[in-house]
């Protein structure tokens, strides 16, 4: 069996219609003219579009995806809970985030994303390190807002009254880690007992407010908890940063702008809900990419039912540049919601085309458009007409692309049956080709690894599991979390060959060996059935007339050297 690549389809030739003035310059002209005069072109009355405009490199336009916020993105908030808030960012909203404040989202254009603000009141605090209190509702408009119905979005509060539109945000200094060696620590917390919450020597509530009225910024509500607990010096350092970092979750108001790249995404979905992204973790994802040799400029093929999560990591590690062919059970493209909430936008998505199984089908056509009206009328009859005969061409213009074949790779990760998808699929595939089919269910592919097993267009076929362990690394405190997933997925790669025509020489001599023609063995001519079956033999193994002569003259040489040999024997 060898590996055959096929052609790569062919590249679309621009033709360049060359205006009738240009070829009739008069050649007649004089020396005086300049020759610039004869070959420039006259001036085009063409209508500009956009295609005609130059753009900016892709690559810049994906930098600015994922560095900066702009108008209309998706934007996903980690508050200092760890809770994630996802709002779309407009001029004229707010967004509210409850205990942890509210401010325009007209602050966020602009802003970079991955790094933590601070939402302060007023302007005038943008200037010095001082800081204006922040305007916390009080308890009956906390009572009101709970009583709000949950369909009303508070992101559209326009009114103006609300305190939080002159809120700010800024950029947070980051405050140093605890850079303490374990060896060098003498405290012990044998002496601190965990005591009721109403016992504990802490501030109250009222207190907390009464500090935050006053203008106290976070760090200095938590200085004053400090002073008031009585057991704080007896902590260790590392009990004390603990302390105030889960102070600090509870009393600060900053946001964190998550960018919106796999990794963030992928953990989002996994935390909120991960049998939509079928359980996929992010190593098992990266070694999906690599097992499928995903690069820039390819063309592969993707079935996949993760919300669009494995289409948009093929798109992002192709930089946009290539082609991505999908399929889906539906009439309609689907409407993923992690490819909206990675504000790709449409040039982006320029390669990335959808068929259904339907369509798939090299028999299959497009019903015809049904009977208009007699009463319509005649504009809009034929502009129904046009749009019609666009999706035709660009439907026809898809499923060619796909039957000419030369794509560079399979990539599922669905619950439809692998078998049957890959039965139907991989003859679309050039030789070489990397398929890779990702379930969480070992199961399924085990029955796909024996049934790959007996089938010869599939090389170096493999069922893999990935295994992940987070771990915190701090200054003396690096040690594996105690709570981590079970299982990532399972992983089936294969290569897709295609079987050669060609036999090589040697291949038919060893036939010829196994069928006895070399040894001197004979047929019974008598039996009819038993010589055809031995002339079938020949054709199959392509030996002809000549070789049989061939091998019958040097049957007879040896027989000559052996009865000279033996005769030189006896004389002797």
């Given at each position: ?56 490199p892709l690559s810049e336009v ?347 790779g399979l990539i599922l990760a ?148 052996s009865e000279q040999a033996v ?6």
């Amino acid at each position: 069996m060898s590996v055959s690549e096929s052609a790569p389809a062919p590249s679309e030739i621009q033709q360049i219609s060359i205006p009738s003035e240009i070829m009739d310059v008069d050649t007649t002209a004089t020396a005086s003219e300049p020759l610039t005069q004869l070959q420039q072109p006259p001036p085009s009355n063409k209508r500009k579009t956009e295609d005609d405009e130059p753009k900016e490199p892709l690559s810049e336009v994906i930098l600015r995806r994922l560095t900066r916020i702009k108008e209309g993105d998706t934007v996903m908030l980690k508050l200092p809970s760890d809770a994630i808030k996802v709002i779309t960012v407009e001029k004229n909203g707010l967004i509210q985030l409850g205990k942890y404040g509210a401010f325009p989202s007209s602050q966020l254009l602009g802003m970079h994303y991955d790094i933590t603000y601070e939402i302060i009141g007023g302007p005038s605090a943008s200037g010095s390190g001082s800081s204006t209190p922040l305007p916390f509702m009080s308890e009956e408009n906390g009572q009101n807002t709970k009583n709000k119905k949950k369909g009303k979005s508070k992101e559209n509060d326009n009114s103006r009254t609300n305190p939080g539109w002159k809120n700010v945000l800024r950029p947070l200094k980051r405050q140093n880690v605890v850079d303490a060696v374990v060896d060098d620590i003498t405290e012990t917390n044998e002496h601190i007992h965990d005591l009721p919450e109403l016992e504990k020597q802490t501030l109250s509530h009222d207190e907390i407010n009464e500090l935050r009225s006053q203008g106290l910024s976070v760090e200095e509500i938590i200085k004053k908890q400090e002073e008031a607990h009585e057991m704080f010096k007896l902590k260790t350092e590392f009990s004390k940063e603990k302390w105030r970092r889960r102070k600090e979750k509870k009393f600060s108001t900053t946001v964190h702008p998550l960018s919106p790249s796999i990794p963030n995404i992928l953990h989002h979905y996994s935390e909120r809900s991960p049998a939509s992204v079928l359980h996929l973790r992010v190593d098992t994802l990266s070694q999906l990419l690599n097992m499928a040799n995903i690069r820039p400029g390819g063309r592969y093929l993707v079935v996949e039912d993760t919300s669009g999560l494995v289409t948009a990591a093929i798109l992002e590690r192709m930089g946009s540049e290539g082609k991505i062919l999908l399929f889906n059970n539906s009439d309609s493209p689907p409407a993923w919601s992690i490819l909206q909430s990675m504000n790709i936008s449409e040039r982006e998505l320029k390669g990335v085309k959808c068929l259904n199984w339907m369509e798939a089908q090299e028999d299959y056509e497009r019903p015809p458009p049904p009977p208009e009206d007699d009463n319509a009328k005649p504009a809009k009859v034929a502009q129904r007409l046009r749009k019609h005969n666009a999706q035709v061409a660009e439907l026809n213009a898809t499923r060619d692309e796909l039957h000419m074949g030369g794509w560079d790779g399979l990539i599922l990760a669905t619950t439809l049956s692998p078998i049957s998808v890959l039965s139907f699929l991989t003859q679309y595939l050039i030789g070489s080709a990397p398929i890779v089919v990702y379930s969480p269910h070992m199961q399924v592919l085990a029955e796909l690894l024996a049934w790959s097993k007996k089938d010869p267009h599939y090389l170096h076929d493999t069922l893999s599991e990935s295994w992940e362990r987070t771990y915190q690394v701090l200054p003396g405190r690096t040690h594996p979390m105690m709570n981590t997933s079970t299982s990532g997925g399972w992983l089936w790669s294969a290569i897709r060959v295609h079987p050669s025509q060609f036999q090589p020489e040697s291949h038919s001599r060893f036939k010829r060996r196994k069928t006895g023609k070399q040894s001197g063995k004979e047929t019974p001519s008598g039996e009819g059935g038993n010589a055809s079956a031995e002339e079938k033999k020949q054709d199959e193994s392509g030996a002809g007339p000549g070789v049989e002569v061939e091998a019958e003259m040097q049957s007879k040489a040896d027989t000559s050297i052996s009865e000279q040999a033996v005769s030189e024997i006896l004389g002797a």
